[in-house]
């Protein structure tokens, strides 16, 4: 069972880029504000870019690609250091910057909701499928190293791991291109035990706006 | 594509290596070979004995295809060593942490904290050495070495117990502590950069 999943997915990414093959039809680029669903105590908020690539113009053949990469707020929090040396104080407070870069490649398809008389349309993303790495920086400011030690500090953490995500899209129609407001939910990365870390990955709800660009057109 | 490929497979190597058991052992990067310092009840610690750096080591389960395993969890005891004060012993075995696993040229054994503390010493007495620090004039380190175990070199040490907290869990009152020490073992072994997180039960305890 476990040698079938990376041949399963293999596929699937094959079977989506061979629509390249076809005269294809639009991509779309959009940008808004996402905030972080999996942290109670410290939500992480980010400026999402999500670039997506409809191969097919074809309705019978809704798949496409999805690349999001979110810039990340500071996050600021504190933590308590320690030290030995009798000669410091026993115990400091330090402030802490926190910075998660997310990259996420996911595939999925489109279900079309509902078109109304403008010809505006709403549909539904569904992407059962993506990988995502997240990019934990931390940094404490001043903190010093040779006689302190920081309890359960935060690290620098670089992790992937397989997600998935939905979307709501409006796409309003226009005449030159169309304009799309979307709201994406993803969800964490899915990853074993054992790892350390205070904080649980991100997950995003993003809220963008955005255009859709088309090319070659099929008539 | 191959570069897509290539992560696309390397991450699926990884959730699947990521099923298999690792020991709580968590890289320091400001101090290598040492663990960070945390207060989960890790049981872990680690310290750098001379710059080398040390650990408690992992105990595997015995059974054959078990992946498992714990480390080791230390001794906390009262000895009786005087008329108006006993003495408060913390002791763990040591080995040299050749990232993460155990080496076999250690020069230590076993390190041992202790503190002089009165004969009416409990449980409750303990609870309030939390985020205590206590200087070298009072406290003492040994060290075991092999191959003669008896050996002890004794010296001063300074202790600082940053955390600690009972609390029940499945029938059981556990004892979670962690802290900070070093040592001076007549200024030819020094222990520094020393930090612990143990988590044992109290019904373990003789005081």
Redesign the interface.
């Given at each position: 069972m476990?040698i079938k999943?990376?041949f399963l997915?293999?596929s699937i990414?094959f079977i989506s880029?061979s629509f390249a093959t076809h005269a294809q039809s639009s991509f779309s680029l959009s940008t808004g504000i996402s905030s972080d669903l999996n942290n109670v105590h410290h939500s992480f908020y980010h400026i999402p870019f999500s670039l997506q690539w409809k191969p097919s113009p074809r309705k019978r053949a809704p798949f496409f690609v999805e690349l999001d990469y979110d810039f990340p707020f500071t996050t600021k929090s504190t933590g308590q250091a320690?030290?030995?040396n009798?000669s410091l104080p026993?115990?400091v407070t330090l402030q802490e910057t926190i910075r998660p870069y997310i990259f996420s490649?996911s595939i999925g398809f489109r279900i079309h909701l509902y078109t109304n008389k403008k010809n505006n349309s709403f549909y539904l993303d569904l992407l059962p499928f993506g990988?995502s790495t997240q990019n934990f920086k931390v940094n404490y400011k001043n903190f010093d190293?040779e006689n302190y030690?920081?309890?359960?500090?935060d690290?620098?953490m670089n992790r992937?791991?397989?997600v998935t995500s939905i979307a709501a899209v409006y796409n309003f129609h226009k005449t030159k291109q169309d304009m799309k407001l979307m709201l994406h939910i993803q969800s964490p990365p899915?990853?074993?035990?054992?790892?350390?870390q205070l904080h649980r990955f991100v997950a995003p709800l993003q809220l963008t706006f955005g255009y859709n660009f088309y090319y070659n057109k099929r008539k | 594509?191959k570069t897509?490929?290539f992560?696309?497979?390397a991450?699926?190597l990884?959730?699947?290596l990521?099923?298999?058991?690792?020991r709580n052992f968590?890289p320091d990067?400001?101090d290598p070979g040492l663990s960070?310092?945390?207060?989960?009840g890790f049981n872990i610690a680690t310290a750098y004995i001379n710059n080398v750096p040390y650990i408690n080591p992992f105990q595997s389960n015995p059974e054959f295809f078990s992946t498992g395993g714990t480390n080791s969890v230390p001794t906390l005891e009262i000895i009786g060593t005087g008329i108006l004060f006993d003495t408060l012993s913390l002791s763990w075995q040591i080995e040299i942490n050749d990232n993460g696993v155990a080496s076999y040229n250690s020069r230590y054994q076993t390190i041992s904290l202790l503190m002089p503390v009165p004969k009416s010493f409990t449980k409750t007495d303990f609870f309030s050495l939390n985020?205590q620090?206590f200087?070298s004039n009072t406290n003492a380190v040994v060290l075991h070495s092999v191959p003669y175990y008896s050996d002890t070199l004794l010296g001063t040490s300074?202790?600082?117990f940053?955390?600690i907290r009972y609390y029940n869990t499945s029938g059981t009152t556990n004892l979670a502590f962690?802290g900070?020490?070093?040592g001076n073992i007549g200024d030819s072994i020094l222990i520094t950069?020393g930090?612990f997180d143990f988590e044992i039960d109290t019904a373990t305890l003789n005081f």
């Amino acid at each position: 069972m476990k040698i079938k999943t990376p041949f399963l997915f293999i596929s699937i990414i094959f079977i989506s880029f061979s629509f390249a093959t076809h005269a294809q039809s639009s991509f779309s680029l959009s940008t808004g504000i996402s905030s972080d669903l999996n942290n109670v105590h410290h939500s992480f908020y980010h400026i999402p870019f999500s670039l997506q690539w409809k191969p097919s113009p074809r309705k019978r053949a809704p798949f496409f690609v999805e690349l999001d990469y979110d810039f990340p707020f500071t996050t600021k929090s504190t933590g308590q250091a320690y030290t030995l040396n009798p000669s410091l104080p026993k115990e400091v407070t330090l402030q802490e910057t926190i910075r998660p870069y997310i990259f996420s490649v996911s595939i999925g398809f489109r279900i079309h909701l509902y078109t109304n008389k403008k010809n505006n349309s709403f549909y539904l993303d569904l992407l059962p499928f993506g990988i995502s790495t997240q990019n934990f920086k931390v940094n404490y400011k001043n903190f010093d190293k040779e006689n302190y030690e920081i309890l359960n500090p935060d690290i620098n953490m670089n992790r992937g791991g397989i997600v998935t995500s939905i979307a709501a899209v409006y796409n309003f129609h226009k005449t030159k291109q169309d304009m799309k407001l979307m709201l994406h939910i993803q969800s964490p990365p899915l990853r074993g035990t054992g790892d350390y870390q205070l904080h649980r990955f991100v997950a995003p709800l993003q809220l963008t706006f955005g255009y859709n660009f088309y090319y070659n057109k099929r008539k | 594509m191959k570069t897509i490929l290539f992560k696309i497979i390397a991450c699926i190597l990884v959730l699947y290596l990521s099923g298999c058991y690792k020991r709580n052992f968590f890289p320091d990067t400001d101090d290598p070979g040492l663990s960070l310092l945390t207060s989960h009840g890790f049981n872990i610690a680690t310290a750098y004995i001379n710059n080398v750096p040390y650990i408690n080591p992992f105990q595997s389960n015995p059974e054959f295809f078990s992946t498992g395993g714990t480390n080791s969890v230390p001794t906390l005891e009262i000895i009786g060593t005087g008329i108006l004060f006993d003495t408060l012993s913390l002791s763990w075995q040591i080995e040299i942490n050749d990232n993460g696993v155990a080496s076999y040229n250690s020069r230590y054994q076993t390190i041992s904290l202790l503190m002089p503390v009165p004969k009416s010493f409990t449980k409750t007495d303990f609870f309030s050495l939390n985020s205590q620090r206590f200087s070298s004039n009072t406290n003492a380190v040994v060290l075991h070495s092999v191959p003669y175990y008896s050996d002890t070199l004794l010296g001063t040490s300074n202790i600082y117990f940053v955390n600690i907290r009972y609390y029940n869990t499945s029938g059981t009152t556990n004892l979670a502590f962690s802290g900070l020490f070093d040592g001076n073992i007549g200024d030819s072994i020094l222990i520094t950069k020393g930090r612990f997180d143990f988590e044992i039960d109290t019904a373990t305890l003789n005081f």
